[in-house]
């Protein structure tokens, strides 16, 4: 039941998720209070207490947001899209299989997965229809979750809504819950998630083994080598190399490797496409300001050519000795 699935990021105490205000029971809080979160009209939950927060307004902000909105609705990212979600799928087959044979699990076939870093939910919008019922979607922006939120009330995916009486074309699609939250203190019950995916996000090994079940997936997309080398050489005077594996052997105690997938598409940019993958990317804040104009001013004539080139990870939870 999803009931016991969140915790509350205050006392810990199981929280209860309700259309007007989630709250936890208390039963954790040395005084017995329990902890109200107002769900706000758009239908995500701010779940991150100020002590949480390194900032005012952290995570993405709106302009970079709005920047990557427009940017991914042209689809220049539709690729890597499709793979992460070709990717999820065979092992959401797979792990509704193994469901069906085994009799231990008859009681415990819900499949929860978490996406997070989402973002304003590109990715997690594709990752509805698969084989998911519970799909959670994370990020510390507060302006990312209202964009997430209102794209999937539109949609009638908003775990709410699913709660009631939908179309039967919608029925097939995951109950999204928008949460606004920190990655390191995720109100997640510890072993509630079948999967996670991280798209462009922090790697948190720790965080991901604890709330994952035994067996459970982790899918990565990070850049790979060569990813937007054009613009990078265009605005650094020297480049550094993505070191996509990098993070690899932080995970090494918990999770195995089983695949790894490469993609590169090639990318053709008017100056306003141009001008919105830098706003939505470091090289906003990073690159000096004169070599961004020189650079937006290569494709006033003719469209800039550069490769995006991607690199996914498919990993599972190493099953404990203890288990």
Not at 107 to 129: F, H, K
Not at 207 to 215: C, D, G, K, M, R
Not at 247 to 253: G, H
Request: proline share 7%; aromatic share 8%; with cysteine.
């Amino acid at each position: 039941m999803l009931v016991s699935l969140f915790v509350c990021p205050l006392c810990q105490s199981p929280l209860h998720p309700a259309p007007d205000t989630w709250r936890c029971d208390g039963s954790l809080n040395p005084k017995q209070i329990a902890h109200p979160f107002d769900v706000a009209r758009q239908g995500y939950v701010n779940l991150l207490p100020v002590q949480q927060k390194k900032s005012k307004a952290p995570g993405d902000s709106q302009e970079s947001i709005t920047a990557r909105q427009r940017f991914l609705a042209a689809g220049h990212y539709q690729p890597l899209q499709a793979l992460i979600c070709e990717q999820m799928d065979k092992l959401l087959v797979e792990y509704r299989a193994s469901l069906n044979k085994s009799t231990e699990n008859k009681n415990s076939s819900t499949v929860r997965w978490l996406d997070i870093g989402c973002g304003e939910g590109y990715y997690t919008q594709a990752m509805a229809p698969l084989r998911i019922d519970t799909l959670i979607a994370a990020d510390i922006s507060k302006p990312a979750l209202v964009e997430l939120a209102k794209t999937s009330k539109a949609a009638n995916r908003l775990w709410y809504q699913k709660a009631k009486e939908v179309k039967p074309e919608d029925k097939q699609t995951a109950a999204i819950y928008p949460l606004v939250t920190s990655a390191a203190h995720l109100p997640l019950r510890a072993n509630s998630m079948m999967g996670v995916s991280s798209i462009f996000s922090p790697i948190l090994p720790e965080a991901f083994n604890e709330i994952l079940q035994e067996s459970g997936y982790l899918v990565i997309a990070k850049p790979d080598v060569g990813h937007l080398a054009r613009i990078r050489e265009a605005l650094f005077d020297e480049v550094r190399e993505h070191d996509s594996d990098k993070f690899l052997p932080t995970l090494a105690p918990y999770f195995k490797l089983i695949e790894t997938q490469h993609i590169s598409t090639l990318l053709s940019l008017s100056a306003p496409d141009l001008a919105d993958l830098l706003t939505m990317t470091p090289y906003a804040y990073r690159a000096r300001s004169e070599k961004r104009q020189a650079l937006l001013a290569m494709a006033e004539g003719m469209p800039f050519n550069t490769e995006a080139k991607f690199v996914v990870y498919v990993l599972q939870k190493i099953v404990s000795l203890n288990t």
